[in-house]
């Protein structure tokens, strides 16, 4: 450290690495944890972590409180709120960098000003145009073809300041220790600024685990914040990425097909020896490698055999259920 810290930062700090350094090798076909402590929130010392992708979004509208809660109530140690802003600088839970897939701002003429216009003359409505008390009008839909619509238009989007509230309350009353793991789009001061406001650093706040793909986000970040953090990554990364990754980040967060190739193993532990856990994204239920595998349950479980800490899903009770198999109680 390049300074003393003083007591309550150095709890901080501590509190942190606890989620930094679960680290996962293979041999002999298992997996062997070979870091220091799990991360908080992971159920023991043996198994990797399972981050509900939206919530549950395979079974509810993406980024609801439904979907947050059936996550945790599914057995989801992290849930994640994609992070977009609104005009009056309030965070909010939304992936799309517009209001059209995945809420039912179409039937509202009174934004139809709003409105802009795409290469092809589509409409489209941008969370920035809006304020927090017009965006809480909007009601969120089901955005993912061949999902069910059933619980279309019941809620609004909720805030970040929501979703950290609803994983607060369910540690407090479960004693639990379920986290959020947000993903940054830019914003990096207003983040550290809701971190402080909310006293997230704070024994007892839910745990937080960063990601971005945005590799200057999670250097200012991580600058004033030592929260574990992930870089987000579309293919399996090189040698000289893992070398940039780890001088600023605690995992990389790889797409899924990086994670369970034949040879995956391989390349995930010189990450683990490295000190970079490798987190694979996004499984779902009814996407899956057809010609290697009988269902996404048996795709996380070759991610977990080879080495995986995390896995994103939409599906977290599939997700409890592939950690049993590879890791049983």
């Not at 960063?210 to 990554?233: C, D, H, I, N």
């Not at 057809?290 to 977290?316: L, W």
Request: some cysteine; aromatic content about 8%.
């Amino acid at each position: 450290m390049r300074f003393i810290l003083p007591v309550s930062k150095t709890m901080r700090v501590v509190r942190a690495v606890r989620l930094s350094f679960m680290l996962f090798a293979v041999a002999a076909g298992a997996v062997l944890c070979v870091g220091a402590a799990p991360p908080t929130g992971v159920p023991s010392a043996a198994m990797p972590l399972i981050f509900a992708h939206r919530g549950a979004s395979g079974e509810r509208p993406e980024h609801t409180m439904g979907a947050y809660r059936l996550a945790l109530e599914q057995g989801a140690d992290f849930v994640e709120p994609d992070l977009r802003m609104t005009k009056d600088g309030v965070f909010i839970a939304l992936h799309d960098v517009s209001l059209n897939r995945t809420t039912d701002i179409a039937l509202h003429p009174e934004f139809e000003s709003r409105a802009k216009r795409d290469l092809k003359g589509g409409k489209f409505w941008v969370p920035g145009d809006f304020t927090l008390a017009e965006i809480r009008t909007l009601r969120c839909i089901q955005g993912t073809a061949g999902r069910s619509k059933e619980f279309d238009g019941r809620e609004p989007i909720p805030t970040l300041g929501e979703v950290v509230g609803l994983v607060r309350g369910w540690n407090r009353e479960r004693g639990a220790q379920a986290g959020v793991v947000p993903e940054l789009r830019g914003g990096a001061e207003a983040f550290i600024d809701f971190v402080h406001e909310q006293r997230l650093e704070e024994a007892g706040a839910p745990p937080i685990y960063l990601q971005s793909f945005e590799a200057g986000t999670l250097r200012k970040v991580r600058e004033v914040l030592k929260f574990p953090a992930a870089l987000l990554l579309a293919k399996q990364p090189d040698a000289a990425t893992l070398g940039d990754a780890r001088t600023y980040c605690t995992a990389v967060a790889v797409s899924k097909g990086a994670c369970i190739a034949e040879d995956s193993a391989g390349w995930i532990k010189e990450a683990v020896a490295l000190g970079l856990q490798v987190i694979a994204w996004t499984f779902e239920d009814a996407r899956f490698d057809k010609a290697r595998f009988a269902s996404s349950q048996e795709e996380m479980e070759c991610a977990f055999r080879n080495g995986v800490a995390a896995v994103f899903t939409d599906y977290p009770a599939t997700a409890v259920k592939a950690r049993l198999a590879v890791f049983p109680r």
